[in-house]
């Protein structure tokens, strides 16, 4: 049994691996298509021809996916639970078993050593990782050392809700704790979230089976694994975006956009895209950011924050 397992066995860690395994069985072309989706469009890139792109934690290797469908010119996926690696390494197998563009690992964000000899990417993307680390800060400061000069960090950290925050690591240290905690702690967590999605839907008029039989336009994601992944999700760390933000500027990276969670006092994951120093990437995203400025400006009318 190596370290990882140990580590699940005891209840230390969530078995990310397993639950990607569950995902892949409801992955279709739709979500794939989401997925790359999604990326293009928080990337503001048609295409990553030409680039080379770092996947780390791939979970079940459908954002390498999807980068590698976006043109990339290379991607290299790793991730520190042997279950998820299979899963990466069965998506290739899938849609891209004759590449040589697509490498997959076994590694740790945590392993400097092993980070070193990867050398450096234009884009490095880890979505909802570096938090499950155990050591985050750590994480985000080994990732930047991958990004090269002119290129672009892809982040996504839970958003710190400080008291909220800290109620959420105590359930999720009583869910890998036992199955008995697992079966106490889920069908409360469902009535809970059902009755609150119904209230709300309610309220608004909406159809209160869209939340989830539209699921998948989230990134291409699945109710039923990302569910588990909420409960299960430890270690669990949180950080608030002005966090974030400063810990890369003091490391040269400037951020060009991001997306907060609930406009940052959700639970969920706030996102960020920073490119470092400076090179043809800022001035990339310095252009977008102006095109969308004057489109609102010229679309829609300008409206007053209280």
């Not at 976006?70 to 639970?81: I, M, P, T, V, W």
Request: charged content about 25%; aromatic content about 12%; hydrophobic content about 35%.
């Amino acid at each position: 049994m190596n370290t990882h397992s140990q580590e699940v066995s005891r209840g230390e860690r969530f078995g990310f691996g397993k639950n990607w395994e569950r995902f892949l069985q409801t992955l279709n072309e739709e979500r794939i298509d989401e997925a790359e989706r999604s990326l293009e469009e928080m990337l503001q890139m048609g295409t990553l021809a030409g680039k080379s792109f770092l996947d780390v934690g791939s979970g079940s290797g459908l954002f390498s996916l999807a980068a590698m469908r976006l043109g990339a010119e290379r991607a290299h996926s790793f991730d520190h639970d042997p279950q998820s690696v299979g899963c990466t390494k069965e998506l290739r197998q899938r849609l891209f078993p004759k590449t040589g563009r697509w490498t997959i690992e076994e590694g740790s964000v945590l392993d400097a050593d092993y980070l070193s000899r990867l050398g450096k990417f234009d884009i490095v993307y880890s979505w909802g990782v570096l938090h499950h680390t155990g050591n985050m800060w750590q994480a985000l400061e080994n990732v930047s050392d991958r990004v090269q000069d002119g290129g672009t960090l892809f982040v996504a950290i839970y958003n710190d809700q400080g008291k909220a925050s800290r109620v959420w690591k105590a359930v999720k240290v009583l869910y890998n704790r036992s199955l008995a905690w697992r079966i106490l702690i889920t069908p409360l967590y469902l009535a809970c979230m059902v009755a609150h999605g119904l209230a709300l839907d309610l309220i608004g008029w909406n159809n209160p089976f869209s939340r989830y039989f539209g699921y998948q336009k989230r990134r291409g994601m699945s109710l039923w694994p990302d569910i588990l992944d909420w409960l299960g999700g430890y270690p669990f760390e949180v950080a608030r975006a002005d966090e974030i933000n400063d810990f890369y500027k003091t490391r040269g990276f400037t951020l060009i956009h991001s997306t907060l969670s609930k406009g940052g006092k959700g639970r969920g994951n706030n996102q960020y895209i920073f490119v470092k120093g400076s090179g043809p990437e800022q001035a990339h995203y310095e252009s977008h950011r102006v095109a969308r400025a004057s489109t609102s400006q010229s679309t829609v009318p300008q409206v007053s924050e209280a």
